[in-house]
């Protein structure tokens, strides 16, 4: 049982530019979160799936932000024209509908630094 | 929204004594589920332990137990024989019941584990 994977781990890039996140939830996890920390933060929420459909968007989610999960597996979180305020962790989490308590079980994060 | 208050940054604990952190949130839900979750060092977020408020007997996982006091609105996590390993960033996070699967954190506690 693989947990959730998440790629790259690490991204550097100039401000203006655009970058894409990629995330692979636990296989038979159908609910799927995107989730941002900044230093010293707990993680905030941006947004979630159930399998393809994204039923919920935070107001953190500008309109540079957008996410996708295609075929309800995977799923990529880009941002469009980053700016610095865009640096921190990004996080993704997958959970399983009707599982008691839904716990979120959570990915090791892409560390975004926007220069 | 929901609030999650964890009114201590950094807590300190010898091997094999006992700390307890503390997480107070604000709820007008009667429907919810509380979770303490573990951030190790440039590591990825594992749970601890997780409390269904409907539930009146605190959770306990080996080493790690809870104190929920569900009229108080705190829930504070108790670490028994504290290990080395057990030094990490802790959060406490708030899942409503009723409306939306956000998982809404507090800024967390920073462990530290002396020998």
């Known amino acids: 049982d693989t947990g959730v994977s998440q790629d790259p781990r690490h991204k550097i890039t100039k401000r203006g530019q655009n970058v894409t996140f990629r995330c692979d939830p636990i296989s038979e996890h159908n609910r799927l979160y995107w989730y941002r920390q900044t230093l010293g933060q707990g993680p905030e929420f941006l947004t979630y799936?159930?399998?393809?459909?994204?039923?919920?968007k935070s107001r953190l989610l500008s309109d540079r932000f957008s996410a996708e999960r295609p075929k309800g597996s995977f799923s990529t979180l880009e941002i469009q024209r980053t700016e610095q305020g865009d640096s921190a962790m990004y996080l993704c989490?997958?959970?399983?509908?009707?599982?008691?308590?839904?716990?979120?079980?959570f990915g090791p994060g892409t560390r975004l630094l926007v220069l | 929204a929901q609030t999650v208050t964890q009114s201590q940054p950094e807590m300190s604990v010898q091997e094999a004594e006992t700390v307890t952190l503390s997480c107070t949130y604000d709820?007008?839900?009667?429907?919810?589920?509380l979770f303490w979750y573990k951030q190790p060092p440039s590591r990825q977020m594992i749970l601890v332990i997780r409390?269904?408020?409907?539930?009146?007997q605190n959770a306990t996982e080996n080493r790690f137990s809870v104190n929920f006091q569900k009229a108080a609105k705190s829930f504070s996590l108790k670490i028994s024989d504290s290990q080395l390993g057990d030094a990490a960033m802790y959060f406490c996070?708030?899942?409503?019941?009723?409306?939306?699967?956000?998982?809404?954190f507090g800024k967390g506690t920073s462990l530290l584990v002396t020998p």
């Open positions: 709820t007008s839900e009667s429907d919810y589920y």
């Open positions: 989490a997958s959970s399983l509908v009707g599982q008691l308590g839904e716990t979120q079980y």
């Open positions: 799936f159930q399998n393809e459909a994204q039923l919920e």
């Open positions: 409390q269904e408020a409907y539930k009146q």
């Open positions: 996070a708030y899942r409503s019941g009723d409306s939306g699967y956000a998982l809404n």
